[in-house]
């Protein structure tokens, strides 16, 4: 038994990025291909790609580029992309580490 939180960032009114969408990206990156990526994870190409240009407008961050090799080259995270996913993810971790110790308070058994 132990607890999983759910956290999201929210950009504008709708826009969310959890961990979910970090996962997504650390694929891009690792496959080079926006399009794997989502295979990967049983998303659509349009909804992805429309998730990705809506986040970077609102968020103001620019989070893929090409991978070059021409207009087939992929993609991949940008400096300012992977540096976001990995502040989203040590904010994550410390969440989990604070959780995990109040659910160890909370849920401890005692002998009398």
Do not use: C, N
């Amino acid at each position: 038994m132990k607890p999983r939180l759910k956290v999201w960032v929210v950009f504008g009114e709708r826009v969310k990025f959890g961990d979910g969408r970090a996962r997504l990206l650390e694929l891009v990156d690792q496959l080079g291909s926006l399009r794997r990526a989502l295979a990967r994870v049983g998303m659509s190409y349009r909804h992805g790609w429309g998730y990705f240009r809506e986040l970077e407008r609102v968020s103001g961050i620019r989070f893929l580029e090409p991978a070059g090799g021409g207009p087939r080259g992929g993609l991949r995270l940008t400096r300012q992309g992977r540096a976001f996913v990995a502040r989203y993810r040590r904010f994550q971790a410390g969440l989990d580490a604070v959780a995990d110790r109040r659910f160890r308070r909370a849920f401890a058994t005692r002998r009398p």
